[in-house]
């Protein structure tokens, strides 16, 4: 995945508490496979006229405020792959679903908490100034916001390490590569019987 240092982009305010899953990704695009990307499905069910999301003066936002609870309900990781698939990189709220946190780090995606005034009290400059970008270091754990007040996050030490490294599950255990061999070649002399023949 792609690594996540720092990141300066407009941000997209959201003024909706409890986004869940379905609201992210409908069920009925999950049969669609993932190569063709989910992008186009994101809050599709959604986008009435109007939505944030169409509107031309957030073009090229990767950086989403949105309000409590997002994420919450199922545990659909295609509504991360529509998140990223999308173009966006973080999103910052009061609170995520659980297992949607979980997810999001393990795809790339940057989840921020900040207090929920913060977060309302940023969502409210975004809107007077539509575009308007945010800076987002994930090593000093910092959200700069348009005004350029600095706003500090707390983030779970392993978690940062990945998303910084760009490690994924499969990439993670890769890092293993010598021990798996080793542990490999060992299995194999000790029980020769389990070696496929040929």
Do not use: H
């Not at 173009?87 to 900040?114: E, H, M, Q, Y």
């Not at 916001?145 to 910084?164: M, N, Q, R, S, V």
Request: with cysteine; charged share 25%; glycine share 8%.
């Amino acid at each position: 995945m792609e690594p996540f240092v720092t990141l300066t982009a407009p941000a997209l305010p959201l003024d909706i508490a409890n986004i869940d899953t379905d609201q992210l990704l409908p069920a009925r695009f999950l049969k669609k496979p993932r190569s063709a990307g989910y992008g186009n499905f994101l809050f599709r069910d959604e986008r009435k006229p109007g939505f944030p999301l169409d509107d031309p003066a957030y073009a090229g936002a990767r950086v989403m405020v949105t309000d409590r609870n997002f994420g919450c309900g199922s545990s659909r990781e295609g509504a991360v792959y529509a998140l990223v698939d999308g173009g966006f990189r973080c999103v910052v709220a009061p609170s995520f679903g659980d297992i949607f946190a979980a997810n999001a780090a393990k795809n790339g995606l940057l989840t921020v908490v900040l207090p929920e005034e913060t977060v309302a009290a940023l969502r409210r400059r975004l809107q007077r100034t539509p575009g308007a970008a945010v800076t987002v270091d994930l090593p000093a754990q910092t959200l700069t916001d348009p005004d350029g007040l600095a706003l500090t996050f707390a983030i779970d030490p392993f978690k940062k390490e990945c998303l910084i490294a760009g490690l994924d599950d499969v990439a993670l255990t890769l890092r293993q590569q010598d021990a798996i061999d080793a542990y490999d070649r060992a299995d194999a002399e000790a029980r020769p019987w389990v070696v496929p023949a040929g």
